[in-house]
């Protein structure tokens, strides 16, 4: 895990939750002039920060809290050309498309 990574983790305010927040800071990192990060420990923060309830309200989250990073590999639009007319409802159809994506998605 690295600074600015997306990760899922096990909600320190609700039980059976999860939350999805970007890492601000990592272990021994200084939060604000104020706080260090503990180890094992991460700040993390929401792109909102207006509406995120992330670190600034609960502080930093364990480590071993953290259930995966998130990655996003970015689609071409044209990704979808052709399906706009086939019906979505057919296996074939979706087959053809992950297809495609998988396809992009290994280059």
Same mark, same amino acid.
């Given at each position: 895990? *690295? %600074? !600015?990574?997306?990760? =899922?983790?096990?909600?320190?305010? *609700?039980?059976?939750?999860?939350?999805? /927040?970007?890492?601000?800071?990592?272990? !021994? $990192?200084?939060?604000?002039?104020?706080?260090?990060?503990?180890?094992? %420990?991460?700040?993390?923060?929401?792109?909102?920060?207006?509406?995120?309830?992330?670190?600034?309200?609960?502080?930093?989250?364990? =480590?071993?809290?953290?259930?995966?990073?998130?990655?996003? /590999?970015?689609?071409?639009?044209?990704?979808?050309? !052709?399906? $706009?007319?086939?019906?979505?409802?057919?296996?074939?159809?979706?087959?053809?498309? =992950?297809?495609?994506? *998988?396809? =992009?998605?290994?280059?």
């Amino acid at each position: 895990l *690295k %600074h !600015g990574d997306i990760v =899922l983790f096990l909600s320190p305010l *609700k039980t059976n939750n999860t939350c999805v /927040k970007r890492i601000r800071a990592m272990e !021994g $990192d200084i939060i604000n002039g104020t706080l260090t990060v503990p180890a094992d %420990h991460i700040w993390v923060e929401g792109d909102n920060p207006e509406f995120s309830t992330d670190s600034r309200y609960f502080g930093p989250i364990p =480590l071993s809290s953290v259930i995966l990073r998130i990655y996003f /590999k970015p689609l071409p639009p044209t990704i979808f050309s !052709g399906y $706009d007319t086939l019906p979505l409802s057919s296996w074939s159809t979706w087959k053809r498309l =992950l297809d495609r994506i *998988k396809k =992009l998605v290994n280059e």
